[in-house]
T-cell receptor, first 112, second 117 residues
Framework: QKEVEQDPGPLSVPEGAIVSLNCTYSNSAFQYFMWYRQYSRKGPELLMYTYSSGNKEDGRFTAQVDKSSKYISLFIRDSQPSDSATYLCAMSASGSARQLTFGSGTQLTVLP | DAGVIQSPRHEVTEMGQEVTLRCKPISGHNSLFWYRQTMMRGLELLIYFNNNVPIDDSGMPEDRFSAKMPNASFSTLKIQPSEPRDSAVYFC???????????????FGPGTRLTVT
């Protein structure tokens, strides 16, 4: 079993839809949770970062962490075609933030 | 401010040839990471350096792979001899690691798309 499991997708939604992307993990030591966005033929870029449990909102994006269930989510409200990309979750344990464990990524397409 | 620079962007080579991938991290960053991304395996960490010293190379798949960081502004990943199964996108990333707890954002380069025929 992988340390981080991510819903495989691909996911296709109409413009304006609410998108939910999810990851589960098995390592209870993980404390830092990130979402990276990767456009086609580009490197990943950090989108959201959350420490420990709780929610974090940034514009149309909301990241949620439920450590009791070992489950993290990224919600995208009012999705736009420009949100079409692969979304990778990533996480690390406290004190070893220099190393990230990535999910396999979910490919999202927002149709105009 | 330039981001992480990688070269070449694309490389096509024949099996058995030596391949050298290059990376220039963001100025001032002290940690550098090499990743490999494939459809089957996703993004895998190969090796990371801190202050030019290799800290963890457990992700390097086999002895055909080697990485160096002779100074703070340059790193190479070499594959010798290359094989078709090495075909992938190779990313370099850098970060500023001040030690201790806390997240250190990694900034990725555009990647090198390697095809070994």
């Amino acid at each position: 079993q992988k340390e981080v499991e991510q819903d495989p997708g691909p996911l296709s939604v109409p413009e304006g839809a609410i998108v939910s992307l999810n990851c589960t993990y098995s390592n209870s030591a993980f404390q830092y949770f990130m979402w990276y966005r990767q456009y086609s033929r580009k490197g990943p870029e950090l989108l959201m970062y959350t420490y420990s449990s709780g929610n974090k909102e940034d514009g149309r994006f909301t990241a949620q962490v439920d450590k009791s269930s070992k489950y993290i989510s990224l919600f995208i409200r009012d999705s736009q075609p420009s949100d079409s990309a692969t979304y990778l979750c990533a996480m690390s344990a406290s004190g070893s933030a220099r190393q990230l464990t990535f999910g396999s990524g979910t490919q999202l397409t927002v149709l105009p | 401010d330039a981001g992480v620079i990688q070269s070449p962007r694309h490389e096509v080579t024949e099996m058995g040839q030596e391949v050298t991938l290059r990376c220039k991290p963001i100025s001032g960053h002290n940690s550098l990471f090499w990743y490999r991304q494939t459809m089957m395996r996703g993004l895998e960490l190969l090796i990371y350096f801190n202050n030019n010293v290799p800290i963890d190379d457990s992700g390097m798949p086999e002895d055909r792979f080697s990485a160096k960081m002779p100074n703070a502004s340059f790193s190479t990943l070499k594959i010798q001899p290359s094989e078709p199964r090495d075909s992938a996108v190779y990313f370099c990333a850098s970060s500023l690691d001040l030690g201790g707890k806390g997240h250190h954002e990694q900034y990725f380069g555009p990647g090198t798309r390697l095809t070994v025929t």
